[in-house]
């Protein structure tokens, strides 16, 4: 069983940068697609970025496209969300995740982190 540890949430001003961390239990995570998603409070679970397993591009949601970027560091088994330009609206618990190779499903989640952004 992979444990998926986030950090690096917080309060920030509308405009401010925060970056999040994913650390992983095991190193077999490096070999998973490992994405990024957020609940705002009363909404769904929502989708904020994906890197894939085979090294292709990040694929981000709409909503923060120019502003977030996920980046590695394999050596210590970590994901990163680096969250630029903050709104309001980017106020949310946020969860990283990670899929095998092949797998419809995400089989392991972080236990969410407080993203908070005044205005």
């Known amino acids: 069983q992979v444990q998926l540890v986030e950090s690096g949430g917080g309060l920030v001003q509308a405009g401010g940068s925060l970056r999040l961390s994913c650390a992983a239990s095991?190193?077999?995570?490096?070999?998973?697609?490992r994405a990024w998603f957020r609940q705002a409070p009363g909404k769904d679970r929502e989708f904020v970025g994906l890197m894939p397993w085979t090294g292709g591009s990040t694929v981000y949601a709409d909503s923060v496209k120019g502003r977030f970027t996920i980046s590695t560091d394999n050596a210590k088994n970590t994901v990163f969300l680096q969250m630029n330009s903050l709104k309001p609206e980017d106020t949310a618990v946020y969860y990283c995740?990670?899929?095998?190779?092949?797998?419809?499903?995400?089989?392991?989640w972080g236990q969410g982190t407080q993203v908070t952004v005044s205005s």
């Open positions: 995740a990670a899929k095998a190779p092949g797998a419809k499903t995400y089989s392991y």
């Open positions: 095991s190193r077999i995570i490096n070999t998973y697609s």
